[in-house]
């Protein structure tokens, strides 16, 4: 046979071919042929090339992801945000469980209002008169009001102290010194009043809503929720009412934010050169000495806040509170300056979790 005869019959190799031969690897396995003059057979065994790449494709895609995320964590912006973030998310989760105590809070200041005798309240008497005119739940009056105001006011709270507190140490660092309890004062009562101005509607609401339960059962509102306390309030007495009693609320946040936040770090300092306790155990002792200063500095303030909040104006058009010092004048006059610190063991029980 000549030479063009067997190119002829020879086949040219298409590129399917040299793809699978390329993706397939010939193992020297070799059997017998019987059909054949050949005393062997080589048989071909494809690979799992194809698989393999597969999985390391996939193993990519799950780095990259990886890398992605790594990235998004640690943007500027993101940096930035997640004070913000994790602040208002752990305020909201303990908003969530000592609603029932705020409750209770709120109605003991409310309690005996203008007048100076007669049978003092308690926790547990309050508690069974909520339950006994009502329901349990309604303990929990006025939780949509109290989320968002945690979302608001404590987000912004925390988010504004560690900003503070990262420009402070910075500078701190390039003058070779380290950060004071005057420096963590300061950060704190600057976050705290910020923080209260924003979230005041939020707090007038939740107010309004927990003692609404003590009015006549013909003039209570029955707000249903956070939003249609504060569309209702704003359209009827106005937008400007969402900021009502915004002095004491600030000079309440201040005063929280200084117990709160600048003797944590201070105890916390303390505790940990001077005793030899655990983190876990430091870190809760620093908790429980910080919540004290916050309930004793703010109570005030807070009580202050509450009848302000919660005042409407009478039949002859005029409110019962012209201002903060007008209702703390009026209440030691008419009830006593110790009226000022009814219920303290339940703020702290109600601060203490923040802290």
């Not at 926790?123 to 949509?144: C, Q, V």
């Not at 507190?165 to 004071?180: D, H, P, S």
Request: proline share 5%; net charge positive; glycine share 8%.
């Amino acid at each position: 046979m000549s030479h063009s005869a067997l190119r002829k019959r020879q086949k040219r190799p298409t590129a399917r071919d040299q793809t699978s031969k390329a993706d397939l690897k010939e193992p020297s396995y070799l059997f017998p042929d019987e059909s054949s003059d050949s005393p062997i057979l080589r048989f071909s065994f494809p690979t799992m090339s194809s698989s393999r790449r597969a999985v390391e494709d996939s193993k990519a895609v799950a780095e990259n992801a990886k890398v992605t995320s790594s990235s998004i964590l640690h943007h500027p912006y993101t940096r930035v945000a997640l004070p913000f973030i994790n602040g208002g998310a752990a305020g909201m989760v303990a908003t969530t469980m000592i609603q029932p105590v705020d409750m209770i809070k709120v109605r003991l200041q409310l309690a005996g209002e203008g007048i100076s005798t007669g049978p003092r309240p308690t926790p547990l008497t309050i508690t069974r008169e909520i339950i006994a005119s009502g329901k349990a739940l309604d303990l929990y009056t006025g939780l949509s009001a109290g989320l968002l105001r945690q979302a608001v006011y404590t987000t912004a709270r925390l988010g504004f102290f560690d900003t503070f507190m990262g420009m402070l140490k910075t500078r701190a660092e390039l003058a070779g010194t380290t950060i004071g309890f005057k420096e963590r004062a300061a950060a704190g009562l600057s976050a705290g009043g910020l923080a209260a101005m924003i979230g005041n509607p939020a707090d007038l609401a939740l107010i309004r809503m927990q003692s609404d339960g003590l009015k006549p059962r013909d003039k209570r509102a029955n707000y249903k929720s956070v939003v249609d306390a504060l569309a209702r309030i704003s359209k009827s007495e106005g937008i400007y009412a969402l900021w009502a009693g915004c002095l004491p609320t600030v000079a309440r946040a201040m005063a929280l934010n200084f117990g709160q936040l600048a003797f944590f770090s201070e105890a916390k300092t303390q505790l940990k050169a001077r005793t030899q306790l655990s983190s876990h155990a430091t870190t809760l002792t620093a908790s429980a000495i910080a919540g004290f200063f916050a309930s004793f500095f703010s109570l005030p303030f807070d009580f202050v806040k509450t009848r302000l909040q919660k005042q409407s104006r009478g039949p002859d058009g005029k409110l019962p509170y012209a201002g903060m010092m007008d209702c703390a004048k009026k209440v030691v006059a008419q009830e006593g300056p110790l009226r000022f610190y009814r219920g303290f063991m339940t703020y702290y029980v109600r601060i203490a979790p923040h802290a």
